[in-house]
């Protein structure tokens, strides 16, 4: 074909939300004109990511994805040219057994007849009716079926490919999804892990810190326990010295008197 076909894809809004279409374009090389093509069967629905090919005037679309689902069918469509229009809208007619009847009026046609006839002619006719039963006698249809199934199979063996190579792309998807899942968990067990640790630490130190705090508490008690007995005795012993100063004073003073008779 001398024309581009385009089915499908997807557009970004000023939100940047995807939207797929279900949209069919044509452009004309020869008219340099975008138009919209006539066809036969159901349009796919909007889709993105297919494969579409185009085998004797039919459309085939295959896979895709849109923002709902993905899509493993195949969708086939009979492309109309505008030559073929009539015709082609004959033949749906009738296998809905439905008839076109036109109410114009169509001049009758008288038909061109010769009737000179010479030897030549009849030879000639003669010889083309037997060239051409000799024609369609040994007319083989092998090779032209033989093109049809190499084409058909070379379809096939397209979608076929474009198949597995979706297989191994969602393969793949699923692969990196496991990998970033283990990740994930392996990310999840080392926080888990560092969280553990970090609260033995937090245990030992608050116990270490408190049986340190226990023993210097101790400390401090028998400290203060002896200093209040020094502090006891320091004063007993003042309390002593004191009493023995008195009975000194006392002492003295009745020597003196004593002393003072004796003058």
């Known amino acids: 074909m001398e024309d581009i076909y385009l089915f499908g894809g997807k557009t970004t809004n000023e939100d940047g939300m995807l939207t797929s279409s279900k949209e069919i374009h044509k452009l004309s090389i020869s008219k340099m004109k975008w138009k919209v093509p006539l066809y036969v069967g159901i349009p796919p629905a909007r889709r993105h990511g297919h494969t579409a090919f185009i085998l004797h005037s039919h459309l085939y679309v295959f896979g895709g994805k849109n923002e709902e689902q993905e899509f493993n069918d195949l969708k086939v469509m009979k492309l109309i040219n505008p030559s073929e229009r009539q015709p082609v809208m004959k033949e749906i007619l009738s296998e809905f057994g439905l008839q076109v009847v036109s109410h114009s009026f169509t001049p009758t046609k008288v038909p061109n007849v010769r009737y000179e006839l010479s030897e030549s002619d009849l030879f000639n006719q003669s010889r083309n009716t037997a060239a051409y039963a000799q024609v369609f006698v040994h007319r083989d249809f092998s090779a032209v079926r033989d093109q049809a199934m190499k084409t058909i ?23 990196a999804a496991a990998a970033l899942q283990r990740e994930k968990e392996a990310h999840e067990a080392y926080r888990q892990q560092q969280q553990q ?14 049986a340190w705090l226990r023993a210097r508490a101790e400390e401090n008690d028998q400290e203060r326990k002896e200093l209040c007995r020094l502090r006891e005795e320091l004063s007993h012993e003042q309390e002593r010295l004191k009493e023995e100063h008195e009975s000194i004073q006392k002492r003295s003073e009745h020597l003196l008197s004593i002393m003072q008779q004796f003058r």
């Open 153 to 175: 199979q070379t379809a096939f063996t397209l979608l076929d490919q474009e198949f597995q190579k979706v297989v191994r792309e969602k393969s793949e998807v699923s692969q």
């Open 197 to 210: 640790e970090l609260r033995e630490m937090l245990d030992r130190h608050r116990s270490q810190n408190e």
